[in-house]
């Protein structure tokens, strides 16, 4: 009886210990929130972006949408879904969605039963500056990094993507696609215009489609 009471107390003790350093980090964030909204120092086009981007974050975080098999989940009309664009994207417009971020996220559930690879079919084109007219990503789909993209030309290109089974059926369908851009620079770290957004890749369109 003693030792069930002292496993009792254990368990007890390290959710305990977890719910506060969940509220510790919780009180972190919040604190580097306020910070930068109010401190009079921070110039206001980057309080105002700071402010952007985490409010994308709180309503996007976490969803996953349902795509079906060869369903457009991007096209010029917009996404599908908003919340299928995770962290790391601007705002869709008339032509389609820039990421901003060294790291966007894509999220996802596929609906309809695997039973072989998948490939994610996306088309764009990148950020091209001075002397760089291309943009390198390392892909990340579930934690695992497939393989490296170079995203490159001024009109915009197909790039398949292959999914691997067992990456989705390990995790019941669901499927975060992570761009991992390198080097980014915004317009208004090149002098060429005000925009403070690290200009990865312009996606206008995205469909998922069974091998």
């Not at 496993?7 to 910070?35: D, G, R, W, Y």
């Not at 990421?99 to 894509?106: G, K, V």
């Not at 067992?166 to 208004?188: C, H, I, M, T, W």
Request: hydrophobic letters at 45%; one cysteine or more; charged letters at 25%.
């Amino acid at each position: 009886m003693a030792g069930i009471i002292l496993e009792s107390k254990a368990v007890s003790a390290v959710a305990f210990i977890a719910k506060l350093v969940v509220l510790v980090v919780a009180l972190a964030l919040n604190a580097t929130f306020l910070f930068i909204v109010l401190n009079p120092k921070v110039r206001p086009e980057y309080r105002d972006y700071f402010i952007e981007k985490t409010a994308k974050r709180w309503v996007r975080g976490g969803q996953y949408p349902e795509v079906r098999p060869y369903e457009k989940i991007f096209s010029d009309k917009g996404p599908k879904d908003p919340s299928i664009l995770g962290m790391g994207w601007s705002e869709p417009d008339a032509s389609g969605v820039w990421s901003e971020e060294p790291q966007a996220n894509l999220l996802f559930r596929v609906t309809f039963e695997i039973k072989a690879d998948c490939q994610v079919v996306v088309s764009g084109t990148p950020f091209q500056r001075p002397g760089r007219d291309f943009q390198v990503a390392d892909i990340i789909v579930n934690g695992q990094n497939l393989q490296t993209v170079r995203f490159s030309g001024d009109v915009d290109q197909e790039y398949k993507i292959i999914v691997p089974f067992s990456l989705v059926e390990k995790r019941n369908g669901y499927v975060s696609l992570q761009f991992r851009f390198a080097d980014l620079k915004s317009p208004r770290d090149l002098s060429l215009g005000t925009d403070l957004r690290k200009l990865g890749f312009h996606m206008t369109a995205l469909r998922l489609d069974p091998l």
